[in-house]
Structure formats: C-alpha cells, structure tokens
C-alpha cells in the first residue's frame, strides 16, 4: 500500500499529491509516468510523475478530477494509501543541451512539464516557458517554473493574468524575438495539437506528450495505440512524447470521446453513492 504523505487542492478540482513510492522514486526519470489503482477494485489510472524524491522515498502526482475513480482519490486525506502506484513506465523524455528550448504548458500538464523543465535547466539550457489556463486559478505552479526559466510568460483567456490570449500567440511572439531550438508542449489534446501546428509553421521541433486511454501500461493491451508518422505506436512504450508534427491528432481526439458517456454515467452513480461533491 501506497501511503499519501501529503495533500492539497491547488486549482479547481485539481490535486496535488506526495505518495511514498521508494522504488518508483528511486528510477523516475523526468517524462515518465505511473499507473495508479486507487483502491483494491479501482480503475487502473496513469499519472505523469511530476517530481520525485529518492531520498524520502516519495513521488509526486498532480491530477484533475474527471471522473469517478479520480474524485475519489480526492476524497483521499494525508495517511490515507492507495492500492497500488506502478511504475516508473514509459519512455524518459530526451534530455541533452539544445540552446534555448521552449517549454509551453497548459492546464494540469504543467505539472509533467516541470520535471522535464528542470533538467533541461540542469542541462545547460535556456529555457523560455509559457504557462497557459482559461483563468488565472488554473494556471498551476507558476513560482516553481519561475525557479527554472530563464524567461517566463503566463497566458490567460480571460486576461486575468498575463498576456491575454492563447499559449500559441506567445509563441509566436517569443519565435519572432529570439530562436528556439526545442518545444516541448503538455496540456489538454487540443492544445497539444494547435501548438504542433503553430511549432510546424515556426520550423521549430516540438515534443508532446501524449494521453491516451489506457489500462495496462506495458504494451500488452494495445489500448493506447496511436498513429504517429503513418505508423501505429503505444503511448506507454514508444511514449508518451511524440513530435507533435507526426501525430494523427484528428484520430487522437476522435479516440479520447470513445467512452464519455459511461465515464458521465460512472460519475452520476458515484455522486448518488457519496453525496454532493460540488466540493471539489
């Protein structure tokens, strides 16, 4: 059992987690990711790692309620465990001193950006990052991105914070100023997609990171297959980071819909069990 060590709600129904984890922690590379089953007869749910302590033994998760098995994992207090955090799974992300990189987030994927972020800092890399939300209260850790770019740009689009707009008119604005040499891009399916395109038209490589449906995590299941460069590819072996600009993103989304009405379904009979969860 997988004991939660810390907890705290760090935007609209959006969670942030300290588990201790010491095998997962001591092999996690930034990129990669764990499968996590809430309790005994839980959903089997993959989680970006979005940092990591080998020395305490523990792993951080960042994630958003969007159905019943992640409403109930924030039902969850500190000393509360979970059934199971399996992992580290997927492929590192690709850490090496490019020049200057562009690190785009947006939403609950800024929190698997950091880990990536930091070492490319660590690396040697200019780093110019851009965080990105409808509002300001969802545009998540802010100050500990600030601790490793060299240039930072928030975007809302509300204008509640930052530049008003989307996170590809800063990128747009910052390739019109200086050259980049990398993207990276994690944020909602749809946005991943907008930024390979407006990365395409820059001529600037990009990275995304993909989240497919998924159940096992170890290639077996086939679940989370992807076509990337005309050819099919499993998020959780080959991934989950793509160039943005080989993705089939019209397949991509059309597979992410398969099974919303259950998942609305699930999550009504849920609320029916527990009660009001206008809480989270």
């Given at each position: 059992?997988y004991?939660?060590?810390?907890k705290?709600?760090?935007?609209?129904k959006?969670?942030?987690?300290?588990?201790?984890a010491?095998?997962?922690?001591?092999?996690?590379?930034?990129?990669?990711?764990?499968?996590v089953?809430p309790?005994e007869?839980?959903?089997?749910?993959?989680?970006?790692?979005?940092?990591?302590?080998?020395?305490?033994?523990l792993?951080?998760?960042?994630?958003?309620?969007?159905?019943?098995?992640?409403?109930?994992?924030?039902?969850?207090?500190e000393?509360?465990?979970l059934?199971?955090?399996?992992?580290?799974?997927?492929?590192?992300?690709?850490?090496?001193?490019f020049?200057?990189?562009?690190?785009v987030?947006?939403?609950?994927?800024?929190?698997?950006?950091?880990?990536?972020?930091?070492?490319?800092?660590?690396?040697?890399?200019?780093?110019?990052?851009?965080l990105?939300?409808?509002?300001?209260d969802?545009?998540?850790?802010?100050?500990e991105?600030a601790?490793?770019?060299?240039r930072?740009?928030?975007?809302?689009?509300?204008?509640s914070?930052?530049?008003?707009?989307?996170?590809?008119?800063?990128?747009?604005?910052v390739?019109g100023?200086?050259?980049?040499?990398?993207?990276?891009?994690?944020?909602?399916?749809?946005?991943?997609?907008?930024?390979?395109?407006?990365?395409?038209?820059?001529?600037?490589?990009?990275?995304?990171s993909?989240?497919?449906?998924?159940?096992d995590?170890?290639?077996?299941?086939?679940?989370?297959?992807?076509?990337?460069?005309?050819k099919?590819?499993?998020?959780?072996?080959?991934g989950?980071?793509?160039?943005?600009?080989?993705?089939?993103?019209?397949e991509?989304?059309?597979?992410?819909?398969?099974?919303?009405?259950?998942?609305r379904?699930?999550?009504e009979r849920?609320?029916?069990?527990?009660g009001?969860?206008?809480?989270?």
């Amino acid at each position: 059992m997988y004991a939660i060590v810390s907890k705290r709600r760090i935007a609209p129904k959006e969670y942030d987690v300290w588990v201790e984890a010491p095998m997962v922690a001591r092999h996690a590379k930034p990129g990669q990711f764990v499968v996590v089953r809430p309790h005994e007869k839980g959903e089997r749910i993959p989680l970006t790692i979005a940092d990591f302590n080998e020395d305490k033994g523990l792993v951080r998760l960042i994630f958003q309620v969007v159905g019943k098995s992640t409403a109930f994992m924030a039902s969850l207090n500190e000393g509360d465990k979970l059934a199971d955090v399996s992992g580290p799974l997927g492929t590192p992300s690709e850490i090496h001193n490019f020049g200057t990189v562009m690190m785009v987030g947006g939403g609950v994927g800024i929190a698997a950006l950091f880990p990536i972020l930091r070492a490319l800092k660590k690396a040697g890399n200019r780093t110019v990052t851009i965080l990105g939300g409808r509002t300001s209260d969802l545009v998540i850790m802010k100050d500990e991105c600030a601790q490793w770019s060299d240039r930072l740009i928030v975007t809302t689009d509300d204008g509640s914070e930052g530049m008003k707009g989307l996170v590809t008119d800063a990128m747009k604005l910052v390739a019109g100023e200086e050259k980049i040499d990398q993207c990276w891009a994690i944020g909602p399916s749809i946005m991943m997609k907008f930024c390979s395109l407006t990365a395409q038209d820059l001529n600037i490589p990009i990275w995304v990171s993909l989240n497919p449906l998924m159940v096992d995590g170890t290639g077996m299941c086939g679940c989370c297959r992807v076509t990337v460069d005309d050819k099919i590819r499993f998020a959780c072996v080959d991934g989950p980071e793509f160039d943005g600009t080989k993705v089939n993103w019209d397949e991509f989304l059309n597979r992410l819909k398969q099974y919303k009405d259950e998942e609305r379904i699930s999550i009504e009979r849920y609320e029916q069990e527990v009660g009001d969860l206008s809480w989270l």
